[in-house]
Antibody, heavy 122, light 109 residues
Framework: EVQLVESGGGLIQPGGSLRLSCAAS????????MSWVRQAPGKGLEWVSV???????YYADSVKGRFTISRDNSKNTLYLQMNSLRAEDTAVYYC????????????????WGQGTLVTVSS | EIVMTQSPATLSVSPGERATLSCRAS??????LAWYQQKPGQAPRLLIY???TRATGIPARFSGSGSGTEFTLTISSLQSEDFAVYYC???????????FGQGTKLEIK
């Protein structure tokens, strides 16, 4: 059974740093396209970042230069390092797996974790 | 950035009736379009991918159609568990920068 379990959220002051973790089971993180998606309180979904199976990484403009996505293959775990946090980064952060679409390209998000809440406030 | 616009923002429908939700892309996304259902306090659940293919375990009353810039999610006979928020998402562009619609809240009439 595929499972994704996030951790690491909490209350952090503006300008601070936090690292989120997403432990996966039932599949191999390094063989898949993995993403972080966030949802501000009462708002819609916003894609944050993706890491490809080959290791390439991409970011939304809103977090570029501040957030870093990575993975630990030995732990089958995805990470999101968040630096220079701002109030507008307050959200539930989900990790999600992208299914393979046509020609092996990344497709829709077929599995999601339960999310971890990050609150940026003084 | 590809902007996804969903309509209406809120849809009131009676159980047993049909619901039709729309999603428009600011430029063509081919068939690289997904629909998700989200209930309060839960993660989104994939319903439809490739614009029209139901995900594993999704009931046949859910169907998707469209390509290019205009897409539709139809729920043929609403059950009580279907009242939720629905999001469309495109995953077509390069470099990757998925975008979601703002959501349609499906509520009981």
């Amino acid at each position: 059974e595929v499972q994704l379990v996030e951790s690491g959220g909490g209350l952090i002051q503006p300008g601070g740093s936090l690292r989120l973790s997403c432990a996966a089971s039932g599949f191999t993180v390094s063989s898949n396209y993995m993403s972080w998606v966030r949802q501000a309180p009462g708002k819609g979904l916003e894609w944050v970042s993706v890491i490809y199976s080959g290791g390439s990484t991409y970011y939304a403009d809103s977090v570029k230069g501040r957030f870093t996505i990575s993975r630990d293959n030995s732990k089958n775990t995805l990470y999101l390092q968040m630096n220079s946090l701002r109030a507008e980064d307050t959200a539930v952060y989900y990790c999600a797996r992208k299914r393979l679409a046509a020609a092996g390209q990344p497709g829709a998000f077929d599995y999601w974790g339960q999310g971890t809440l990050v609150t940026v406030s003084s | 950035e590809i902007v996804m616009t969903q309509s209406p923002a809120t849809l009131s429908v009676s159980p047993g009736e049909r619901a039709t939700l729309s999603c428009r892309a600011s430029q063509s996304v081919s068939s690289n379009l997904a629909w998700y259902q989200q209930k309060p306090g839960q993660a989104p659940r994939l319903l439809i991918y490739g614009a029209s293919t139901r995900a594993t375990g999704i009931p046949a009353r859910f169907s998707g159609s469209g390509s290019g810039t205009e897409f539709t999610l139809t729920i043929s006979s609403l059950q009580s568990e279907d009242f939720a928020v629905y999001y469309c998402q495109q995953y077509n562009n390069w470099p990757p920068s998925d975008t979601f619609g703002q959501g349609t809240k499906l509520e009981i009439k």
